[in-house]
């Protein structure tokens, strides 16, 4: 007991060294986490804790869930006029962290006494350890943990109801079932995970249950989940939220968010996100770093034990899932998300099973692509930095080299066969990695955070406390969290010339091709706006160029 405790907090403490870089200072990056944050504070503003908006625009593509844990955090850090980005990433972070603890639980309870390993709890420990360490490091998780919206939550959720799942699994031949706080555990993350996200969470689970149902021939192994018990628990959770939105929306937000979302994507790509089978895998070697080292020598360890009922609830978890987002046509590198904690305990299970051997040169192999992966990414961080800056910055510098030279020795330790130390030394590298790209080198690359330095520009030229203003050309989500929900984003030039003749107070940014008619129209309506300030960068989300004059009456 005593050792799983001090493990679970190494694992709490290693999250926190990967997870926290950049936690607090990056800025609120577009679109997608600009809006949920934008939307969670307007329900704080509103007090309208049911319907999710974007200014006037209905929001009805995901559900409320991550809206509320947002509002929470956020209104214990001071409230939506107080809180910075930050506040509304606690529940990523928290998600993050409790997915690499769920592994943990998971990897000791499918390679542990349950599964009959000759060492009992000591082995299942050690696979369930490894396997959080190495969710914990890869670079998807990484990123989603400091980002405000929802997936990193919705792996936890997902987590959590696979955990009750695989002890269902073990227990399948006349063993004890599980116990009712697992069942409960099951139930309540599978509402949870719905409110989060609809029914990704459901596909996931399902896919597992389904898939060992097939194998097993037979779904009586399920019923220790009581279904009697945990149905009305998740109908408790979900159905309020659901019948309000129904009767508030008049059946809108399934509309939008089932027809308009859901079932576009699976038709074809949208956000321009549209890609052939084979895109995850293809980025699988970077979205799973440092730990596609291990992970492609470990594939002809999993193929030889298939049939291993842990090895099976694994694969049951990720093909499944890993095949859907596969085919959906619309692609997005986080979609596969809830299948890399399979990924990551059938990697654990065959390192420390010395890869049963054999195949030298797939061990060879998956390190030279490592070595190649880790130099992208440290020298791409620093020559981002000189890109736009126009400067080397010798304290990214130095520290790319430190990283590079921490990972290889890390990549010569597992060539040699020293595992435990090699992973340590690879842990070690990725925190000083993410501490690279996430805390010295992206928050200070100014050009590319046009919005905080617009904010910076509205907050010293306004000239009433509460000025609007009104942005042409530039429409990014970041503007209206940084600037305030009232901010106009419009298109049309003239836009802001009518507005600033009629108040007073207000305030215009004018991208450059829109200039001439915002100065055409505000001579027509009888005055000389003033330009205050010049903001110009790359808007990232758009690959455009924006060079934008900020004006008064």
């Known amino acids: 007991m005593l050792k799983r405790i001090g493990l679970t907090a190494a694992l709490a403490a290693l999250c926190l060294a990967l997870f926290l870089p950049g936690f607090f200072t990056l800025p609120p990056t577009d679109r997608d986490e600009a ?9 704080l503003e509103s007090g309208d804790f049911v319907d999710i908006r974007f200014q006037d625009e209905a929001r009805h593509k995901k559900p409320v869930g991550i809206h509320w844990m947002q509002s ?52 299942g420990q050690g696979a369930g350890f490894l396997a959080a360490a190495m969710l914990a490091g890869t670079v998807l ?8 919206k929802t997936d990193a939550a919705l792996l936890a959720a997902v987590l959590g109801a696979q955990a009750a799942l695989a002890e269902a699994w073990l227990r399948r031949n006349g063993r004890e079932a599980p116990s009712t706080g697992l069942v409960l555990l099951f139930w309540c993350s599978l509402g949870v995970g719905i409110l989060l996200k609809g029914p990704i969470i459901l596909l996931v689970v399902g896919g597992t249950a389904l898939g060992l149902a097939l194998v097993e021939r037979r779904v009586g192994w399920l019923a220790p989940l009581r279904p009697r018990l945990g149905l009305p628990v998740l109908l408790l959770i979900v159905a309020p939220w659901l019948v309000l939105i129904t ?5 809108a937000f399934f509309a939008e968010s089932v027809g308009h979302d859901m079932l ?16 995850h895998t293809l980025l699988f070697p970077v979205t799973f770093w440092p730990w596609s080292l291990l992970a492609i020598p470990a594939i002809p360890w999993v193929w030889a034990n298939r049939r291993d009922p842990a090895v099976l609830f694994c694969l049951a978890w990720a093909i499944p899932t890993w095949a859907v987002f596969e085919a959906v046509p619309t692609k997005l590198f986080h979609y596969v998300l809830p299948a890399y904690p399979a990924l990551a305990l059938l ?50 510098l130095l520290l790319a080299a430190a990283v590079l030279a921490v990972l290889g020795y890390g990549a010569l330790l ?27 080198v992206l928050p200070r690359i100014e050009k590319i955070w046009i919005s905080p330095r617009v904010a910076a520009a509205v907050a010293a030229a306004r000239p009433c406390p509460g000025s609007t203003l009104v942005s042409v050309g530039f429409t990014e989500p970041s503007l209206v969290f940084l600037v305030g929900t009232g901010t106009v984003l419009s298109g049309d030039g003239r836009t802001a010339a009518h507005r600033l003749a009629d108040d007073a107070c207000a305030l215009a940014l004018v991208d450059l091709p829109q200039d001439d008619a915002f100065l055409a129209e505000a001579e027509a309506k009888g005055f000389q706006p003033i330009a205050i300030e010049t903001v110009s960068g790359l808007n990232y989300s758009r690959g455009t160029k924006p060079m934008m004059t900020l004006y008064r009456r």
């Open 35 to 43: 809006r949920f944050a934008q939307a969670t504070r307007q329900m």
């Open 72 to 123: 929470a955090t956020v209104a214990l850090a001071g409230g939506p006029e107080q809180a910075a980005i930050w506040a509304y990433r606690l529940p990523s972070l928290a998600g993050a962290v409790l997915a690499v603890l769920l592994t943990f639980r998971i990897g000791t309870t499918l390679f542990g006494p349950l599964s009959g390993a000759p060492a009992g709890e000591r082995a």
């Open 141 to 148: 998780l990484a990123v989603e943990a400091r980002t405000a």
């Open 247 to 251: 009767i508030k929306t008049q059946g």
């Open 264 to 279: 576009a994507k699976v038709a074809g790509g949208r956000e321009s996100k549209g890609f052939p089978p084979g895109y």
């Open 347 to 396: 990697t654990a299970r065959a390192a420390l099973d010395g890869f049963g051997g054999g195949r030298r040169w797939l061990r060879v192999l998956s390190i030279l692509l490592f070595l190649l992966i880790s130099a992208v990414l440290a020298a791409g961080t620093v020559i981002l930095y000189g890109f736009f800056e126009w400067t080397v910055d010798r304290v990214s």
């Open 414 to 440: 597992f060539h040699r066969g020293g595992l435990r130390r090699s992973v340590a030394v690879l842990s070690a590298g990725s925190v000083g990695m993410y501490l690279l790209a996430f805390q010295v």
